[in-house]
């Protein structure tokens, strides 16, 4: 991993922010949302650092992250973020950039167990091909 | 014909690089009354002065205009500079073309042609300007200092040390404020009460000192040198006379309540004094908490007093007194937690404030100085600091920096490792910011030599587990997740301005920022001065700050308060509104907007023939005049003018922008 | 009174007991939930980026119908549907662009002006609590529940507006007028994983096992729910838990608030009808 000045400059950031609507420049890694989130030990690269790399301009580190599947976008670090950054949103621009950019989806139904495909309520269905598909 | 000079600043490159000064001149030649125009790269140096004095002379001057920066940086600097030559000091004219112009825009040919805009305007003014000339008034020769904690306590001294008498209100039944519920100070950590004692003994014994406590100010009136004010006396329910301050009062009061001097660890009475060492030594009772104020029931109090000292009939007292000066010191409130409850601050005992720490850690305090955990009184083995909490925070809390923080909490790391030996401190943090002297390194002794462990993460939630509280964060530096079981968490709270600031800034005249702090009327070169002259700032009020920024902040006050009680007169702001008789009409518009009270009624004899009548007309008291101007837009028939700013020469600045 | 009804997806099919135990217990309190007609899936999820705007189509179209109904209030039971609609009607009451392009779409003149309300907050503000536990017949005396929020009725923190995000008290208070004897535990607002269950069972399982580690050591013997994945996750991970693990935590019943309701206002023996 290295940051360059290429990097920083880059356009991932420009379009990261105008897809989530949010300021990614605001954050001064408090890591606040990294210590509070229930998922995060399944993360290779946490909250902070997300944000952290959005402002270095780490594009391949961010987009070859497991975590951006991982968050479950329960929206506990951005009810307790400091510089009001809505993480989830973040995290799902950078998903949706990727799932433009390589076309395929992460989730198909073929994929789904048939234990999941019988019990899961439509509900967490909808979410997860809402999430994870294009 | 007026000979008008007009004289362009550069401001070196802060007007010269967006505003063609060449250009300018050229048009400024061509003005009416225009009869001499030059430049200087920095007007206000004394060469840039001399220029202007030998011009008036040179060319016979008879109104001057200087296109600089804003009237509020050099506008007494200039009329001193045109007074040195001769000319009535109000002949000058400032064209403001750095705030209001080079400063605000980035293209050089609209900054050129707002910049010839705004010359010709004040030309315009200067053309009409008439000579004002100022009165002298007399001062009040006493101050008044709002609040006993540092603050007051020091300028108070400080004040009454030069010769002046000083009067000293504290809302509380004894002065000390927060520093008197410290234990140690940084980064010395001498003992904060040893420092304080002192001085609050000074104060009770200074001759020049009038120490007013349970009081609050109720109403300000005036102006600079003449201010008066009325002070409510809370009925104290005890004769400050009589009573000696023996304390068998408050041994057999029986109502029990939370002690605010606690942090509510402890009890007080319903009659107390708030902590020992309190001055005066005198209790007062608590009437929402007595037993007989609530129910008619008890005089337990009264029974016992050895000096006949309760009188339950007292009132509150309004006492109206007069100063030339106010000094401001009224202190900080620590932020309230509702939006924290990540932190199960008031779901679980062992979660506290640093305030709250600081009575666990003092020797006077609820365990005797005994650091102890509140749920099961005892020591506790691990205890996490958390900074930041309802600072740095635009979401939930401050968005500011509370200032004190970083390094009371490296003191609370120091204490609890001299205090409890073997004991751990986990100090989570965001930034940690130690500018100051000694501050640096006591930082670093904290983690040094009494073994802290600062970890960079915000942290996240505190919740039970059995006996214990795990705190959840992360380690930002390492990457590593952080999960501490612990035995006490100490929440570094912010710093609030006080709840009723707001309200005690209105009766002063003077402004806050967003969060209620008050306002400083230069945040570098007048820092303990308001917008309203005659009063002064020190200490928390004005923003967060610590013990050492606080007491030179209140010797600084002093020291203004001082050279203002010291003059014998001052003189008055000529720039008042006038009434003209002849045009009044005596609906009285005027005196509906003034909001200093300047404008009052009077009654004037007119003959008609031969008959004389009375007729109503307004009339300012320029004493209290301000020179708002809101009395001249008010007056229909146009019969007020603002002198300085009259109606003439305001009609013919709105003539030179639009004709 | 009279509420536009709103049951979602999932209260149709796999969460049929929530509907059936609402529509039973709102009748007994007195309360008409009138279905809105051809209501659609709402989504599931509020969009998270600012160029999704057709997805509130959905809700809109339905709270436009609740409106042309003449009901000032919409009740959904789904904690996801719940979080879609307050949302959507937050975006529809501040956003005049978003609030232009779907009006313009749905041809509606759509404001915001119904609220968005869940069965709780009815039955917290409308009905009251105080008079709930009056109307209680069979008292959930001795049962020791604890109420698991998840994260959609609460988050985003000011965005729903629903309860203090940290410290919720509106499961808690509810249980009290049941008669229930509530259970404290930290994990009560903690995500179960939510949809991580479709694709990243692993985690679900993990989060889903220190919910209910937290719940039973602190002594619940049941858990109450407003939201059919929470519960489809906590019930579908306890068995892969107990076999991990071996905690005894296994085996905690589930339960839609509305079935306890149901129990303790003694509407129950309707099931089925």
């Known amino acids: 991993m290295k940051v360059t000045t290429d990097k920083i400059n880059s356009n991932l950031i420009k379009e990261v922010e105008e897809v989530s609507g949010q300021k990614v420049s605001a954050c001064f890694q408090c890591a606040k949302c990294t210590g509070g989130c229930p998922v995060v030990w399944a993360m290779d690269v946490y909250p902070h650092q997300i944000l952290r790399y959005a402002q270095l301009g780490l594009a391949d580190e961010l987009l070859n992250s497991k975590t951006l599947w991982i968050c479950a976008s329960c929206q506990t670090c951005d009810s307790r973020c400091p510089r009001e950054v809505d993480i989830p949103k973040v995290i799902e621009a950078l998903r949706l950039v990727l799932l433009r950019a390589r076309g395929g989806n992460y989730l198909h139904p073929n994929n789904l167990p048939a234990r999941v495909l019988e019990n899961a309520p439509q509900q967490g269905l909808v979410s997860a091909f809402r999430k994870y598909a294009r | 014909m007026k000979r008008i000079g007009v004289f362009l600043c550069w401001c070196g490159s802060n007007i010269a690089a967006t505003v063609d000064i060449e250009e300018t001149m050229a048009a400024a030649r061509k003005m009416p009354g225009v009869v001499y125009v030059d430049h200087n790269k920095y007007t206000c140096s004394e060469i840039g002065q001399a220029m202007i004095r030998e011009a008036i002379a040179a060319h016979r001057l008879d109104r001057v205009v200087i296109g600089s920066c804003s009237p509020r940086m050099h506008e007494n600097t200039f009329r001193k500079t045109v007074e040195a030559a001769g000319l009535n000091p109000f002949y000058l004219e400032i064209a403001n073309i750095r705030e209001q112009c080079s400063w605000v825009h980035k293209d050089k040919l609209t900054a050129t042609e707002k910049a010839i805009s705004l010359i010709r305007t004040a030309v315009a003014k200067a053309a009409r300007s008439e000579p004002l000339f100022s009165t002298e008034m007399s001062i009040e020769r006493r101050a008044l200092v709002i609040g006993g904690g540092i603050a007051g306590i020091q300028a108070a001294l400080d004040i009454a040390d030069a010769g002046f008498e000083v009067d000293l209100v504290e809302k509380e039944p004894s002065i000390g404020g927060r520093m008197a519920q410290l234990d140690k100070t940084f980064p010395t950590l001498d003992c904060s009460a040893c420092i304080l004692t002192p001085k609050m003994v000074d104060v009770a014994q200074h001759g020049n000192i009038n120490l007013i406590t349970y009081s609050e100010v109720e109403k300000v009136e005036g102006f600079v040198g003449n201010f008066t004010v009325t002070i409510r006396n809370r009925a104290r329910s005890v004769d400050m006379e009589k009573c000696t301050g023996c304390g068998d009062c408050y041994a057999k009061c029986p109502s029990k309540v939370d002690s605010e001097f606690e942090m509510g660890l402890a009890k007080r009475r319903a009659i107390y004094t708030p902590f020992p060492q309190a001055v005066p030594n005198k209790p007062a009772i608590d009437r929402a908490n007595c037993r007989y104020f609530t129910s008619g029931k008890c005089k337990v109090c009264q029974k016992v007093c050895p000096a006949g000292a309760i009188d339950y009939e007292q009132q509150d007292q309004l006492v109206e007194k007069k100063y030339g000066a106010i000094v401001v010191a009224t202190g900080f409130d620590t932020h309230k937690l509702d939006n924290y409850g990540e932190y199960a601050y008031g779901k679980h005992p062992d979660v506290i404030t640093s305030l709250e720490f600081e009575r666990l850690v003092n020797a006077s305090g609820p365990t005797g100085g005994k650091i102890l955990r509140p749920s099961n009184g005892q020591p506790p083995k691990n205890v996490a600091f958390i900074q930041c909490v309802g600072s740095r925070d635009k979401a939930k809390g401050n968005p500011y920096c509370a200032k004190i923080c970083c390094m009371y909490t490296a003191k609370h790391a120091i204490l609890l490792s001299e205090k409890v030996p073997g004991a751990n401190a986990f100090v989570f943090y965001i930034d940690v910011r130690t500018p100051g002297k000694d501050y640096e390194e006591f930082y670093n002794r904290a983690y040094e030599e009494c073994g802290a462990t600062y970890i960079r993460g915000n942290v996240s939630k505190v919740f039970p587990d059995g006996d214990k509280l795990v705190v959840r964060s992360v380690d930002a530096l390492s990457g590593a997740l952080v999960e501490l079981v612990v035995d006490m968490v100490v929440l570094a709270t912010s710093v609030d301005a006080r709840a009723d600031a707001r309200e005690l800034a209105q009766k002063l005249s003077i402004t806050t920022n967003a969060y209620n702090f008050f306002n400083e009327a230069h945040p570098k070169l007048r820092p303990v001065e308001t917008q309203t002259a005659g009063v002064f700032l020190a200490g928390a009020c004005q923003g967060p700050k610590d013990i050492p920024d606080t007491v030179a902040q209140a010797s600084a006050a002093a020291v203004k308060v001082v050279s203002l009680l010291n003059k014998e007169s001052l003189l008055s702001n000529p720039t008042v509104a006038e009434v003209d008789i002849k045009l009044c009409s005596g609906d009285m518009s005027c005196l509906a907007v003034c909001p200093y009270g300047a404008i009052a009624e009077k009654f004037i004899e007119e003959r008609h023939g031969r008959e004389i009548r009375k007729r109503r007309v307004a009339e300012v008291n320029t004493a209290l005049c301000q020179g708002c101007g809101a009395c001249t837009v008010a007056c229909r028939p146009g019969a007020i003018n603002l002198k300085g700013f009259t109606n003439e020469q305001i009609l013919a600045e709105v003539d030179a922008i639009c004709l | ?273």
């Open chain 3, 1 to 273: 009174m009279r509420y536009s009804y709103y049951p979602g997806c999932t209260l149709k099919t796999k969460a049929k007991v929530f509907e059936d135990t609402t529509l039973q217990t709102a009748r007994a309190l007195g309360l008409e939930f009138a279905e809105v007609e051809e209501w659609q899936c709402c989504g599931a999820l509020y969009p998270l980026n600012t160029e999704e705007v057709f997805p509130l189509l959905s809700p809109v179209r339905s709270l436009a119908q609740a409106r042309a109904a003449g009901c000032t209030k919409l009740v959904t039971l789904c904690a996801g549907c719940y979080n879609v609609f307050r949302r959507t009607n937050r975006t529809m009451r501040s956003d005049a662009e978003v609030r232009g392009k779907i009006n313009g779409y749905l041809e509606e003149d759509y404001r915001g002006q119904v609220d968005v309300v869940h069965y709780l907050e009815i039955l917290k503000n409308d009905v009251g609590f105080a008079e709930l536990a009056e109307k209680v017949s069979r008292r959930l005396e001795g049962r020791k529940i604890a109420p698991y929020y998840g994260c959609l009725l609460l988050k985003p923190r000011n965005e729903m507006d629903f309860d203090d995000v940290e410290n919720p008290t509106i499961f808690e208070d509810f249980l009290r007028a049941l008669g229930a004897n509530v259970v404290e535990y930290p994990y009560r607002t903690e995500c179960c994983g939510s949809y991580l269950s479709m694709a990243n069972e692993e985690v679900a399982a993990t989060a889903v096992g220190r919910i209910l580690t937290s719940a039973f050591k602190n002594g619940a013997e049941a858990l109450v729910v407003a939201c059919p994945l929470c519960k489809y996750n906590l019930e579908e991970y306890q068995k892969g838990f107990r076999e991990a693990a071996g905690s005894p935590a296994a085996g905690i019943p589930v339960l839609y608030f509305t079935e306890l309701l149901a129990e303790a206002l003694d509407v129950r023996e309707q099931d089925g009808q």
